[in-house]
């Protein structure tokens, strides 16, 4: 019955453009040569018998480490003035839309410049956005919200997390053990780097042959932090 449905839809078809579109019938052999050669087609390679398997866009996929957006919410401010703007972007993020995010983060930067809690924001979005890879654009947003605030945890965080997930293991480690060494040791973050940076070191020696790095400074006592950038 498939069979006689389908050449009954190319028949139509034939009969629509012969008699209503009134083709040329010069063109007559090459149409119907081509629906058939259609059809030959999908009798070799259709499979109307599989079941069906969409796969959802990357844009509306959920994200797969909520907790990173709780991670940026303990290193930012939870009242600043662009509080307003990271509750929209925040609910964007968790339901995947790193592209209408960023483009909302995107006019929020522009409004408040000098908010290192929206240039990091923005930064995690164009990450999200681009698969988990370190883009320039996201790397601009990362050091611009560094200078504004040098004391933010939120730019080295992210920044290693991105370059480890570039696969750029060593730069990574770096990052993150310089933020640990300044970290307060209260920090409400602290315990998550320091589990973060045991797994990283795992890795490494993995892929150097077994060769630990050299000791992670869970146990260092913090130093002191750098002064602020004046604001203007």
Known sequence: MTWVIILGI???????????????????EITG???LFGIAGYALQGHPDMP?????AV???????????????????????GQSWLIVSDALTRAGQYRAAADFLGRAVQDNPRDADLWVALGNALIGHSEGMISPAAQFAFRRA???????????????????????????????V????????????RPDLV?????????IAMSNGGTVPEA?????????????????
């Open 10 to 28: 190319a028949g139509a078809v034939f009969a629509i453009m012969a008699s209503v579109l009134r083709m040329p019938r010069a063109g007559w």
């Open 33 to 35: 040569a081509a629906l």
């Open 52 to 56: 069906g398997a969409p796969k959802a």
């Open 59 to 81: 844009e509306n996929q959920k994200v797969a480490d909520a907790e990173l957006i709780k991670q940026r919410q303990q290193m930012g401010a939870q009242f600043g003035k």
């Open 146 to 176: 560094a200078q504004i605030d040098p004391n933010h945890p939120g730019p080295p965080f992210f920044m290693g997390l991105a370059l480890a997930q570039s696969g750029k293991l060593n730069e990574a480690r770096d990052m993150w």
């Open 178 to 189: 310089g933020l640990l060494r300044r970290a307060p040791a209260d920090a409400p973050y």
């Open 195 to 203: 589990a973060r940076l045991a797994r990283l070191d795992q890795i």
């Open 216 to 232: 992670t400074p869970s146990a260092t006592t913090p130093q002191p932090l750098p002064k602020a950038a004046p604001t203007r």
